[in-house]
Nanobody, 124 residues
């Protein structure tokens, strides 16, 4: 059973940066499309960014130009570099994995594995 563990969340001032990491185990990481989702209190979960097994990327309009998703298959790790953070970016951030998808996956129902989440809080 695959496992995903996020890290790197925390408290940061508006305009600051954070880099989230997602360490994968017990799965063939390079064969999975990956995604970062977030959920703020009282709001629905939303896709922030996604990357295919081949490296193609997708970003939500709200984070384009500020966030960068990347993967390092040799380390079984997914990253989300977040710059110019805003208070509205405050949420629990989750990574997710979808098997055998050499394309970007934007449908949450297609993701098989989910991490436990890491809290990101941006103060104004």
């Amino acid at each position: 059973q695959g496992q995903l563990v996020e890290s790197g969340g925390g408290l940061v001032q508006a305009g600051g940066s954070l880099r989230l990491s997602c360490a994968a185990s017990a799965l063939t990481f390079g064969s999975y499309a990956m995604g970062w989702y977030r959920q703020a209190p009282g709001k629905e979960r939303e896709l922030v960014a996604a990357v295919s097994s081949g490296g193609s990327t997708y970003y939500a309009d709200s984070v384009k130009g500020r966030f960068t998703i990347s993967r390092q298959n040799a380390k079984n790790t997914l990253y989300l570099q977040m710059n110019s953070l805003k208070p509205e970016n405050t949420a629990v951030y989750y990574c997710a994995a979808a098997l055998g998808r050499n394309r970007v996956v934007t449908d949450a129902n297609l993701y098989t594995y989910w991490g436990q989440g890491t809290q990101v809080t941006v103060s104004s």
